[in-house]
C-alpha cells in the first residue's frame, strides 16, 4: 500500500522507505479519536448511571414500602440479562452488517468480529457497543414501572431477555443501524423516542392489559412510601441524561453541546409547567410531581436533542408536561388501566410526542439544523408518523406474544396472598425496610 501523497521536500530516500507497506502501516494511525472515545465512554456509565441507581430509586419511590426492594432487584437483574444478551445476540441484529435492512448479520455474534473503528464514527467500535448496551439496559428496565407489585421475578427476566432480542434489537437496526425506516422514509430518532421510549411504553401497557390490575385498584389508595427517593433517582436520570442523548452525537462535539443544552432546557421547563398543572388542579405542587414532569421532558426532547434550537426545547418541554399529564388522567382515571408508574403515559406518550415535534422544529426558520435530502416539512411528519406507527405495532404485538410465551413456562402474575404480602417477602425473603 503506496502512501497517496510524498511531500516533495522530503529526501527520496524517506520517500522509498514510507512507500513499504509494513512502514506504512506502522506510521499511519489508526483513525480513532481519543477525546471522541474519552467521551463516549464516559457518557456510557451516565446512561449506566440512569438504570443503576437512578431508575432504581425513581420507581422504588413510588411504590409501596413492601415492594421496593423487588422493584431495584428487578431493575437490577435487567441490567445484568439485557446486557448479556447484547453481547451474545443484540448487538449484532441491531447493528451487525446490513442484510436488506431488516435485521443486522451475525457477523458481531458475542462481539467476536469487531471492528478497529466503528464506521461513520471516529471511535472504536467496542466503545460504540458499550454504548450501545447501555441502552439496550434502560429500555427494558423502564417497564418495570408498569407492572410493580405484582409480576412474578422469574417472568419479568424472561420476558426483558427476549424483548430485548425480538423488539428491541430490530427496532434499533431499522432506525440506527441502517435499516429500512432510516433510509427508506428517512424517519429520524437522535437518541431513542422510538428506539426507547416508544418501545418500552406500548409495551408496558400491553403487557399491563395482560397481566391485570394491582389488587384494590381503583379504588384503594397507593400513594408512594418515599416521595424524596423518587426526586433523588429523578436527579440522578437527569443527570445521566446528558450522557444518554450527548453520548448520541458520538464524540465530544458541537453536536454533544447542542444536545445537552436542548435535554436540560426542556427537562427544566417540563418539570416547572408540571408544577403548575398541578397547581392549577389539585392545589398544590408535589415532589413527584417535579420528578414525573423532569422525566416527561426528557423523554420529549430524546428524539430530537441535536436537531432543535434551546428555545424549541423549551417548548418540548412544557407541551410534554401538559401532554403526559393529561395522558396520566386518560390512561387511570377513564380507561382504569392500571400502568402503575405512567410508563405509558410519560415515556411512551412523550417519546411519540417528541418525534412528531421534531417534523416541525426541524425547520430552519423555527431554528433546526434543516430538512435533509430535499424533504419538506409535510413529508418528515409523515416520515415521523410512519415511524411511529411501526413501532408502536411491532411493540404491542412482539411484546405480546413474548409475554404470553414465557407465561407458559413461568407464570406472569404473583398470587394474591404474595401480592397482600408484598414481593419483598413473599418472593425474595427479605425487607427494603427493617427497623427491627
Known amino acids: 500500500m503506496k502512501l497517496s501523497v510524498c511531500k516533495a521536500t522530503l529526501a527520496a530516500g524517506l520517500c522509498v522507505f514510507a512507500t513499504s507497506p509494513a512502514l506504512a502501516e506502522t506510521i499511519i494511525p489508526p483513525p480513532v479519536n481519543s477525546g471522541f472515545t474519552g467521551w463516549v465512554l464516559a457518557a456510557s456509565a451516565l446512561v449506566l448511571l440512569m438504570t443503576l441507581p437512578g431508575l432504581a430509586l425513581f420507581y422504588g419511590g413510588l411504590v409501596r414500602a413492601k415492594n421496593l426492594l423487588s422493584v431495584a432487584l428487578q431493575c437490577g437483574a435487567i441490567a445484568a440479562i439485557a446486557s448479556l444478551v447484547w453481547v451474545a445476540l443484540g448487538y449484532t441484529l441491531a447493528f451487525g452488517q446490513v442484510s436488506g435492512g431488516w435485521i443486522g448479520s451475525g457477523n458481531a455474534f458475542m462481539l467476536l468480529d469487531l471492528g478497529s473503528i466503528r464506521p461513520g464514527t471516529a471511535i472504536p467500535e467496542s466503545t460504540f457497543a458499550l454504548f450501545q448496551m447501555t441502552f439496550a439496559v434502560i429500555a427494558p428496565a423502564l417497564m418495570v414501572g408498569a407492572w410493580v407489585e405484582r409480576a412474578r421475578f422469574p417472568w419479568v427476566l424472561g420476558f426483558c431477555a427476549l424483548w430485548v432480542l ?4 430490530p427496532v434499533a437496526h431499522w432506525l440506527w443501524g441502517g435499516g429500512w425506516l432510516a433510509t427508506r422514509f428517512g424517519t429520524l430518532d437522535f437518541a431513542g423516542g422510538l428506539v426507547v421510549h416508544t418501545t418500552a411504553g406500548v409495551s408496558a401497557i400491553v403487557v ?24 433523588v433517582g429523578a436527579a440522578l436520570l437527569w443527570v445521566g441524561w446528558f450522557g444518554f442523548n450527548g453520548g448520541s452525537a458520538l464524540g465530544a462535539n458541537d453536536n454533544a453541546s447542542s444536545a445537552i443544552l436542548a435535554t436540560h432546557i426542556a427537562a427544566c421547563a417540563a418539570a416547572l409547567t408540571w408544577l403548575l398543572a398541578e397547581r392549577i388542579a389539585i392545589g398544590k405542587p408535589t415532589g413527584v410531581g417535579w420528578a414525573t414532569g423532569a422525566i416527561a421532558g426528557l423523554a420529549t426532547i430524546t428524539p430530537a436533542a441535536v436537531f432543535v434550537s434551546p428555545g424549541a426545547a423549551m417548548l418540548f418541554g412544557a407541551l410534554a408536561a401538559l401532554v403526559c399529564y393529561g395522558a396520566i388522567q386518560q390512561v387511570k382515571q377513564r380507561w382504569k388501566i392500571d400502568d402503575s408508574l405512567d410508563v405509558f403515559a410519560v415515556h411512551g406518550v412523550g417519546g411519540i410526542l417528541g418525534t412528531l415535534l421534531l417534523a416541525v422544529f426541524l425547520s430552519r426558520e423555527l431554528g433546526g439544523t434543516g430538512y435533509f435530502d430535499g424533504a419538506t416539512m409535510a413529508s418528515q411528519l409523515g416520515a415521523q408518523a410512519i415511524g411511529i406507527g411501526v413501532v408502536m405495532v411491532w411493540s404491542a404485538v412482539g411484546s405480546a406474544i413474548i409475554a404470553l410465551m414465557v407465561s407458559v413456562v413461568f407464570p406472569m402474575r404473583a398470587d394474591e396472598e404474595g401480592e397482600i404480602e408484598g414481593l419483598d417477602i413473599s418472593a425474595h425473603g427479605e425487607r427494603a425496610w427493617d427497623f427491627d
Open 166 to 169: 425480538i423488539v428491541y434489537a
Open 208 to 231: 399491563v392489559l395482560l397481566l391485570g390490575p394491582r389488587s384494590g385498584f381503583p379504588d384503594k389508595p397507593m400513594l408512594p412510601h418515599a416521595p424524596a427517593l423518587t426526586i
